[in-house]
């Protein structure tokens, strides 16, 4: 089947655009608790080091994969519960930026719905009105990670909470919590972290809050603030591209190899590829080699031309190209401008 963008449904699991927070957390906890967590990544086309590039990007399908490899090692009782409670405003970046300058609660929700991906979330989140007035957050994941169930509601669930006592305040609580898996063995933990009721088996995944914490006032909210976040949040949304997981791996073995401007035969070969497998998973996923490899040679120019004390010579250099002249015509011919120009524009 050939790569379709704009497709939803099972092709979503294969696209490549999810930011590496999830399982970035999950490295951290297992360098706490001891667990070497390399063999999490075998045969995945990752590895730990990628896992702290916040260019890099994964599957659904790698990023369930490592989990239900990780989970089994970490000598922890509820795994989600203890990533998710030691969130903070921090942990969510820009996004947690523009939530906590925003004027209210209720428009903090709102920012976070809209710019979830930003982080990308292993469950979507939306919002429903309940017959009682109150509001619920409703979490939803693929059929395809039913088994992982219990860890993604319990990291995204303790993640929102811990955040939104960090926006509202120490004292906001739900008013209950609503899972549709059996309660595990340690399900006190629940009730003690969320300090509401906990109901397992139930139809749908949804934390229910008090509709009047909506209208709580930031004492945080800059208006010149949040518009800066806003317009950064929706830039980082608008920069995720569909693209594939063999595309992605590209991808990652280029970015440190710029310099020696590597060949198809050497990224193949780092990617345990022959280069006609590699030809032809590319094609499946409508781009070639040197469509990538001079899509990410373009954006590292256009990241370091932002530096005026940076030669174009020498940025041409950290691309591949030895001759300023060849590098001159290839950006024009990638960006329809010279390095000087785009530079100009850039200022």
Known sequence: MRWKPGTEGGQRLSVANLPTNMLCGLVLLAGELGVNCEGWFAGMRLNVQEIHDPLVRVSYRQASEVIRRALPTLPVEGVGLAMGGKQNGGNFGLLGLAMKTAPTFGDAVQIGLEYQRNLGPLMDLSLDERHDGAIAVIATAPDEASDLLPFLCEEMFSSVLMLARELAGPDFNPLRLDLGYAPPAYSARYEELFH??????QPQHAMTVDRRWLELPFSSYNPVTSRQALALCR???????????????????????????????????????????????LSEEETSFSAVHDRIRTERALDLLQDPDLTIAWIGSQIGFNDVREFRRAFKRWTGHTPSEARARIA
Do not use: D
């Open 196 to 201: 509401c009721e906990v109901r397992f088996n």
């Open 235 to 281: 830039a980082q949304l608008a920069a995720m591209s569909l693209r594939g997981e063999t595309t992605a791996a590209v991808e990652r073995q280029l970015r440190p190899r710029l310099p020696g401007n590597p060949q198809m035969t050497e990224i193949a070969a780092a990617l345990h590829l022959s280069e006609r497998t590699l030809r032809r998973q």
